[in-house]
């Protein structure tokens, strides 16, 4: 069964989001990231797995080494998504922003 999974659902997990921050700026082997958690190297290879069905992430083979990078194309859909989400609520703050300076003043 080809389960596809959901971008929104991976980066839900606190530790997905910080692999993804992990390899933000070089990519890494899955044993390198692994060392960066207290959890089972089986569960961290769960989690790069799920970030690549998502393709947050993609793998590179090199030799025998599998590494792994953030996909820039899908985080751009993602922002791309987020962003009239988080304009409406930048709005809406500067207005209550507005409404309190105003109600300070009386």
């Known amino acids: 069964m080809n389960l596809r999974r959901d ?3 991976a980066i839900a997990d606190p ?3 910080a692999i993804l921050m992990l390899v933000t700026s070089h990519a890494m082997t899955a044993g390198l990231i692994a060392a960066n958690f207290d959890t089972a ?3 961290v290879s ?3 797995q ?4 998502c393709e ?3 793998q590179e083979q090199n030799g025998r080494e ?3 990078h953030l996909n820039p194309e899908k985080m751009k859909e993602v922002a ?3 962003e009239p989400f988080r304009q409406m609520w930048e709005d809406r703050f500067s207005k209550l922003e507005t409404i309190m300076k105003n109600y300070k003043t009386k």
């Open 15 to 17: 530790t997905r989001r």
């Open 46 to 48: 769960k989690h790069l």
């Open 66 to 68: 599998i590494y792994y």
């Open 7 to 9: 971008v929104f659902q």
């Open 50 to 53: 799920i970030l690549t069905e």
């Open 80 to 82: 791309d998504f987020i």
């Open 41 to 43: 190297r089986p569960t």
């Open 56 to 58: 947050l992430l993609k």
